[in-house]
Protein backbone atom coordinates (compact mmCIF):
# COMPACT_ATOMS: atom_id res chain seq x y z
CA UNK A 1 0.00 0.00 0.00
CA UNK A 2 1.21 3.66 -0.80
CA UNK A 3 -0.10 6.72 -1.59
CA UNK A 4 -3.76 7.89 -1.20
CA UNK A 5 -5.85 9.68 -3.50
CA UNK A 6 -8.58 12.02 -4.07
CA UNK A 7 -11.03 11.39 -6.94
CA UNK A 8 -14.83 11.56 -7.13
CA UNK A 9 -16.30 8.34 -6.37
CA UNK A 10 -18.53 8.51 -9.86
CA UNK A 11 -18.27 11.02 -12.25
CA UNK A 12 -21.70 12.21 -12.11
CA UNK A 13 -20.90 12.93 -8.04
CA UNK A 14 -19.21 15.66 -6.97
CA UNK A 15 -18.42 14.16 -3.65
CA UNK A 16 -14.61 13.04 -3.05
CA UNK A 17 -13.80 9.34 -1.79
CA UNK A 18 -10.55 8.22 -0.79
CA UNK A 19 -8.47 5.48 -2.11
CA UNK A 20 -5.36 3.43 -1.74
CA UNK A 21 -3.26 1.66 -3.69
CA UNK A 22 -2.26 -1.58 -3.39
CA UNK A 23 0.13 -3.40 -5.35
CA UNK A 24 -1.99 -6.96 -6.51
CA UNK A 25 -0.32 -8.17 -9.59
CA UNK A 26 3.19 -9.30 -9.05
CA UNK A 27 5.75 -9.11 -12.38
CA UNK A 28 5.80 -12.77 -13.47
CA UNK A 29 1.50 -13.02 -12.99
CA UNK A 30 1.64 -10.02 -15.73
CA UNK A 31 3.71 -11.46 -17.47
CA UNK A 32 2.11 -14.75 -17.73
CA UNK A 33 -1.16 -12.75 -18.53
CA UNK A 34 0.67 -10.91 -20.99
CA UNK A 35 2.16 -13.72 -23.47
CA UNK A 36 -1.03 -16.40 -22.94
CA UNK A 37 -3.24 -13.51 -24.21
CA UNK A 38 -0.89 -13.32 -27.18
CA UNK A 39 0.11 -16.60 -27.59
CA UNK A 40 -3.30 -18.05 -26.98
CA UNK A 41 -4.78 -15.38 -29.92
CA UNK A 42 -2.01 -16.56 -32.36
CA UNK A 43 -3.18 -20.54 -31.38
CA UNK A 44 -6.62 -19.67 -31.93
CA UNK A 45 -6.23 -18.01 -35.33
CA UNK A 46 -3.59 -20.34 -36.70
CA UNK A 47 -5.20 -23.43 -35.23
CA UNK A 48 -8.33 -22.04 -37.45
CA UNK A 49 -6.60 -21.83 -40.46
CA UNK A 50 -4.68 -25.15 -40.25
CA UNK A 51 -8.50 -26.90 -39.98
CA UNK A 52 -9.90 -24.98 -42.43
CA UNK A 53 -7.11 -24.18 -44.68
CA UNK A 54 -7.58 -21.71 -47.30
CA UNK A 55 -6.72 -22.18 -51.05
CA UNK A 56 -4.49 -19.28 -52.39
CA UNK A 57 -4.39 -18.25 -56.14
CA UNK A 58 -0.72 -17.62 -56.87
CA UNK A 59 1.23 -17.79 -60.14
CA UNK A 60 4.34 -18.90 -58.03
CA UNK A 61 4.54 -22.77 -58.26
CA UNK A 62 3.60 -24.89 -55.71
CA UNK A 63 7.22 -25.60 -53.73
CA UNK A 64 7.79 -21.80 -53.77
CA UNK A 65 5.18 -21.16 -51.52
CA UNK A 66 5.51 -22.06 -47.72
CA UNK A 67 2.48 -20.09 -46.01
CA UNK A 68 0.81 -23.54 -44.64
CA UNK A 69 4.00 -24.42 -43.44
CA UNK A 70 4.55 -21.15 -41.65
CA UNK A 71 1.10 -21.17 -40.25
CA UNK A 72 1.80 -24.59 -38.33
CA UNK A 73 5.45 -23.23 -37.35
CA UNK A 74 3.67 -20.34 -35.51
CA UNK A 75 1.09 -23.05 -33.85
CA UNK A 76 3.81 -25.16 -32.27
CA UNK A 77 5.84 -22.05 -31.25
CA UNK A 78 2.73 -20.25 -29.36
CA UNK A 79 1.77 -23.98 -28.41
CA UNK A 80 5.64 -24.39 -26.28
CA UNK A 81 5.57 -20.76 -25.24
CA UNK A 82 1.83 -20.91 -23.77
CA UNK A 83 2.37 -24.34 -22.08
CA UNK A 84 5.68 -23.02 -20.09
CA UNK A 85 4.51 -20.10 -19.38
CA UNK A 86 1.20 -22.04 -17.40
CA UNK A 87 3.48 -23.98 -15.85
CA UNK A 88 5.53 -20.72 -14.63
CA UNK A 89 2.46 -19.60 -13.66
CA UNK A 90 1.49 -22.95 -11.41
CA UNK A 91 4.76 -22.21 -9.43
CA UNK A 92 3.98 -18.40 -9.05
CA UNK A 93 0.52 -19.97 -7.67
CA UNK A 94 2.62 -21.46 -4.68
CA UNK A 95 5.09 -18.68 -4.20
CA UNK A 96 3.81 -15.20 -5.02
CA UNK A 97 1.51 -12.91 -3.28
CA UNK A 98 -1.88 -14.04 -1.87
CA UNK A 99 -3.57 -12.36 -4.94
CA UNK A 100 -2.01 -15.44 -7.19
CA UNK A 101 -2.49 -18.25 -4.75
CA UNK A 102 -3.36 -21.39 -6.36
CA UNK A 103 -6.17 -21.66 -3.61
CA UNK A 104 -8.04 -18.86 -4.51
CA UNK A 105 -8.72 -20.79 -8.10
CA UNK A 106 -10.53 -24.17 -6.31
CA UNK A 107 -14.24 -23.12 -4.17
CA UNK A 108 -12.64 -25.38 -1.21
CA UNK A 109 -14.81 -24.02 1.52
CA UNK A 110 -18.05 -23.34 2.38
CA UNK A 111 -17.28 -19.32 2.66
CA UNK A 112 -15.98 -19.52 -1.27
CA UNK A 113 -18.91 -21.05 -2.73
CA UNK A 114 -21.19 -18.37 -0.50
CA UNK A 115 -19.07 -15.79 -1.76
CA UNK A 116 -19.75 -17.92 -5.32
CA UNK A 117 -23.10 -17.51 -4.79
CA UNK A 118 -23.30 -13.56 -4.05
CA UNK A 119 -21.69 -12.79 -7.40
CA UNK A 120 -23.71 -14.79 -9.36
CA UNK A 121 -27.14 -12.92 -7.68
CA UNK A 122 -25.05 -9.37 -7.74
CA UNK A 123 -23.52 -9.19 -10.90
CA UNK A 124 -24.98 -12.18 -13.18
CA UNK A 125 -28.56 -11.84 -12.31
CA UNK A 126 -28.53 -8.26 -11.04
CA UNK A 127 -30.72 -9.40 -8.03
CA UNK A 128 -29.08 -8.85 -5.03
CA UNK A 129 -26.77 -5.70 -4.38
CA UNK A 130 -23.05 -6.52 -3.87
CA UNK A 131 -22.10 -5.45 -0.83
CA UNK A 132 -18.32 -6.92 -1.10
CA UNK A 133 -15.28 -5.13 -3.02
CA UNK A 134 -12.29 -7.76 -4.19
CA UNK A 135 -9.06 -6.91 -3.91
CA UNK A 136 -7.77 -9.87 -5.92
CA UNK A 137 -9.84 -11.91 -8.29
CA UNK A 138 -13.35 -12.28 -7.25
CA UNK A 139 -14.72 -16.02 -6.44
CA UNK A 140 -16.57 -16.37 -9.05
CA UNK A 141 -13.82 -15.00 -11.57
CA UNK A 142 -11.21 -17.25 -10.16
CA UNK A 143 -13.46 -20.31 -10.15
CA UNK A 144 -14.16 -19.73 -14.10
CA UNK A 145 -10.09 -19.46 -14.75
CA UNK A 146 -9.90 -22.76 -12.54
CA UNK A 147 -11.83 -24.28 -15.16
CA UNK A 148 -10.22 -22.71 -18.42
CA UNK A 149 -6.67 -23.84 -16.58
CA UNK A 150 -8.40 -27.54 -17.01
CA UNK A 151 -9.02 -26.63 -20.38
CA UNK A 152 -5.53 -25.39 -21.01
CA UNK A 153 -4.64 -28.70 -20.14
CA UNK A 154 -6.83 -30.70 -22.34
CA UNK A 155 -5.50 -28.79 -25.06
CA UNK A 156 -1.93 -29.39 -24.73
CA UNK A 157 -2.45 -33.01 -24.70
CA UNK A 158 -4.25 -33.23 -27.30
CA UNK A 159 -2.11 -31.15 -29.13
CA UNK A 160 1.07 -33.03 -27.93
CA UNK A 161 -0.47 -36.22 -28.83
CA UNK A 162 -1.53 -35.06 -32.15
CA UNK A 163 2.28 -33.30 -32.55
CA UNK A 164 4.01 -37.13 -31.33
CA UNK A 165 2.95 -38.35 -34.64
CA UNK A 166 5.09 -35.37 -36.42
CA UNK A 167 7.77 -35.12 -33.79
CA UNK A 168 10.35 -37.65 -31.96
CA UNK A 169 10.79 -35.19 -29.25
CA UNK A 170 10.88 -36.24 -25.92
CA UNK A 171 7.85 -33.92 -24.71
CA UNK A 172 5.22 -34.81 -27.61
CA UNK A 173 6.08 -38.69 -27.31
CA UNK A 174 4.91 -38.71 -23.88
CA UNK A 175 1.44 -38.06 -25.08
CA UNK A 176 1.23 -40.73 -28.01
CA UNK A 177 -0.77 -42.98 -25.68
CA UNK A 178 -3.64 -40.64 -25.83
CA UNK A 179 -3.87 -41.40 -29.84
CA UNK A 180 -4.96 -44.48 -29.10
CA UNK A 181 -6.53 -43.83 -25.64
CA UNK A 182 -9.20 -41.37 -27.48
CA UNK A 183 -9.78 -43.50 -30.55
CA UNK A 184 -7.74 -41.86 -32.89
CA UNK A 185 -6.02 -39.48 -34.39
CA UNK A 186 -9.61 -37.96 -36.07
CA UNK A 187 -11.22 -37.68 -32.67
CA UNK A 188 -8.21 -36.13 -30.99
CA UNK A 189 -8.21 -33.32 -33.77
CA UNK A 190 -12.09 -33.11 -33.01
CA UNK A 191 -11.85 -32.49 -29.35
CA UNK A 192 -8.55 -30.40 -29.98
CA UNK A 193 -10.53 -28.28 -32.71
CA UNK A 194 -13.81 -28.10 -30.77
CA UNK A 195 -12.00 -26.85 -27.45
CA UNK A 196 -10.85 -23.73 -29.90
CA UNK A 197 -14.09 -22.48 -29.99
CA UNK A 198 -14.49 -22.99 -25.81
CA UNK A 199 -10.79 -20.62 -25.90
CA UNK A 200 -12.88 -18.06 -28.65
CA UNK A 201 -16.09 -17.90 -26.57
CA UNK A 202 -13.91 -17.52 -23.10
CA UNK A 203 -12.08 -14.62 -24.58
CA UNK A 204 -14.51 -12.32 -25.33
CA UNK A 205 -16.88 -13.13 -22.26
CA UNK A 206 -13.29 -12.13 -20.46
CA UNK A 207 -12.91 -9.25 -21.89
CA UNK A 208 -16.44 -8.20 -21.64
CA UNK A 209 -16.78 -8.69 -18.30
CA UNK A 210 -12.93 -6.68 -17.40
CA UNK A 211 -14.19 -3.75 -19.32
CA UNK A 212 -17.33 -4.08 -17.39
CA UNK A 213 -16.13 -4.13 -13.89
CA UNK A 214 -13.39 -1.59 -14.69
CA UNK A 215 -16.35 0.80 -15.75
CA UNK A 216 -18.90 -0.24 -13.17
CA UNK A 217 -16.09 -0.15 -10.02
CA UNK A 218 -14.15 2.64 -11.60
CA UNK A 219 -10.78 0.79 -9.84
CA UNK A 220 -8.31 0.33 -12.55
CA UNK A 221 -9.19 -3.24 -13.47
CA UNK A 222 -7.64 -3.31 -16.69
CA UNK A 223 -4.62 -0.98 -15.86
CA UNK A 224 -3.94 -3.15 -12.87
CA UNK A 225 -3.36 -5.98 -15.12
CA UNK A 226 -0.31 -3.87 -17.14
CA UNK A 227 1.08 -1.93 -14.21
CA UNK A 228 -0.06 -4.21 -10.84
CA UNK A 229 -1.86 -1.58 -9.09
CA UNK A 230 -5.59 -1.64 -8.09
CA UNK A 231 -7.23 1.21 -6.13
CA UNK A 232 -9.36 0.11 -2.96
CA UNK A 233 -12.08 2.43 -1.42
CA UNK A 234 -10.26 3.75 2.08
CA UNK A 235 -13.05 2.30 4.32
CA UNK A 236 -12.33 -0.92 3.40
CA UNK A 237 -9.38 -3.53 4.99
CA UNK A 238 -6.50 -4.43 2.37
CA UNK A 239 -7.76 -7.99 2.12
CA UNK A 240 -8.74 -10.21 -0.59
CA UNK A 241 -12.39 -9.65 0.44
CA UNK A 242 -13.85 -6.80 2.53
CA UNK A 243 -17.08 -5.09 3.04
CA UNK A 244 -17.72 -1.88 1.06
C1 LIG B 1 -5.23 -22.33 -27.23
C2 LIG B 1 -4.65 -23.44 -27.57
C3 LIG B 1 -4.83 -24.13 -28.90
C4 LIG B 1 -5.80 -23.97 -29.85
C5 LIG B 1 -7.00 -23.03 -29.80
C6 LIG B 1 -5.52 -24.90 -30.92
C7 LIG B 1 -6.29 -25.06 -32.05
C8 LIG B 1 -6.04 -25.95 -33.07
C9 LIG B 1 -6.92 -26.22 -34.19
C10 LIG B 1 -8.30 -25.57 -34.39
C11 LIG B 1 -6.32 -27.12 -34.98
C12 LIG B 1 -6.88 -27.70 -36.29
C13 LIG B 1 -7.56 -29.01 -35.99
C14 LIG B 1 -8.24 -29.53 -37.24
O1 LIG B 1 -7.55 -30.14 -38.08
O2 LIG B 1 -9.44 -29.30 -37.41
C15 LIG B 1 -5.04 -27.44 -34.41
C16 LIG B 1 -4.13 -28.33 -34.93
C17 LIG B 1 -3.00 -28.75 -34.27
N1 LIG B 1 -2.56 -28.29 -33.03
FE1 LIG B 1 -3.44 -26.94 -31.85
N2 LIG B 1 -4.36 -25.58 -30.63
C18 LIG B 1 -3.92 -25.15 -29.39
C19 LIG B 1 -2.83 -25.61 -28.70
C20 LIG B 1 -1.96 -26.57 -29.17
C21 LIG B 1 -0.85 -27.11 -28.43
C22 LIG B 1 -0.46 -26.74 -27.00
C23 LIG B 1 -0.23 -28.00 -29.23
C24 LIG B 1 1.02 -28.79 -28.87
C25 LIG B 1 2.01 -28.95 -29.65
C26 LIG B 1 -0.95 -28.04 -30.50
C27 LIG B 1 -0.64 -28.85 -31.59
C28 LIG B 1 -1.40 -28.98 -32.72
C29 LIG B 1 -1.08 -29.91 -33.81
C30 LIG B 1 0.11 -30.87 -33.86
C31 LIG B 1 -2.09 -29.75 -34.76
C32 LIG B 1 -2.19 -30.50 -36.12
C33 LIG B 1 -1.41 -29.74 -37.13
C34 LIG B 1 -1.45 -30.36 -38.52
O3 LIG B 1 -1.89 -31.51 -38.68
O4 LIG B 1 -1.03 -29.68 -39.46
N3 LIG B 1 -2.00 -27.16 -30.42
N4 LIG B 1 -4.90 -26.72 -33.24
C1 LIG C 1 -7.08 -12.43 -25.27
C2 LIG C 1 -6.78 -13.40 -24.50
C3 LIG C 1 -6.85 -13.36 -22.99
C4 LIG C 1 -6.79 -14.47 -22.21
C5 LIG C 1 -6.65 -15.90 -22.69
C6 LIG C 1 -6.85 -14.02 -20.83
C7 LIG C 1 -6.80 -14.86 -19.73
C8 LIG C 1 -6.78 -14.46 -18.41
C9 LIG C 1 -6.53 -15.31 -17.28
C10 LIG C 1 -6.27 -16.81 -17.36
C11 LIG C 1 -6.56 -14.53 -16.17
C12 LIG C 1 -6.27 -14.98 -14.74
C13 LIG C 1 -4.82 -14.63 -14.46
C14 LIG C 1 -4.24 -15.27 -13.24
O1 LIG C 1 -4.95 -15.49 -12.25
O2 LIG C 1 -3.05 -15.60 -13.30
C15 LIG C 1 -6.86 -13.18 -16.58
C16 LIG C 1 -7.01 -12.09 -15.74
C17 LIG C 1 -7.34 -10.82 -16.17
N1 LIG C 1 -7.44 -10.40 -17.49
FE1 LIG C 1 -7.21 -11.52 -19.12
N2 LIG C 1 -6.98 -12.66 -20.79
C18 LIG C 1 -6.98 -12.21 -22.10
C19 LIG C 1 -7.06 -10.90 -22.52
C20 LIG C 1 -7.34 -9.83 -21.69
C21 LIG C 1 -7.54 -8.45 -22.14
C22 LIG C 1 -7.47 -7.98 -23.60
C23 LIG C 1 -7.78 -7.71 -21.02
C24 LIG C 1 -8.07 -6.25 -20.91
C25 LIG C 1 -9.05 -5.68 -21.54
C26 LIG C 1 -7.74 -8.61 -19.88
C27 LIG C 1 -7.94 -8.24 -18.58
C28 LIG C 1 -7.76 -9.05 -17.50
C29 LIG C 1 -7.92 -8.60 -16.12
C30 LIG C 1 -8.30 -7.18 -15.70
C31 LIG C 1 -7.64 -9.70 -15.29
C32 LIG C 1 -7.75 -9.76 -13.78
C33 LIG C 1 -9.22 -9.92 -13.56
C34 LIG C 1 -9.66 -10.45 -12.26
O3 LIG C 1 -9.31 -9.89 -11.22
O4 LIG C 1 -10.38 -11.45 -12.26
N3 LIG C 1 -7.47 -9.90 -20.33
N4 LIG C 1 -6.97 -13.15 -17.97
Given at each position: ????????????????????????????????????????????????LIGAPHR??????????????????????????????????????????????????????????????????????????????????????AFTYFLT????????????????????????????????????????????????????????????????????????????????????????????????
Open positions: MSTTHLQPAHPAHSKMAEYYRIYVWEVPVRLYHGINALSMVLLCVTGYIFYANEAYQLYWFGTVRFIHFLCAFIWVFNFLVRIYWGFVGNKYSNWRNYFPLTKEQRGEIREVICADVLQYCKNSRSYVGHNPLAFLAFIFQAVTGFALYSSMSSSVLPSMFKFVIPLMGGEAVVRFWHHLFLWFFVVFIIVHVYLALYHDYVEGRGEISAIVSGWKFHHVDAAPDNKVKK
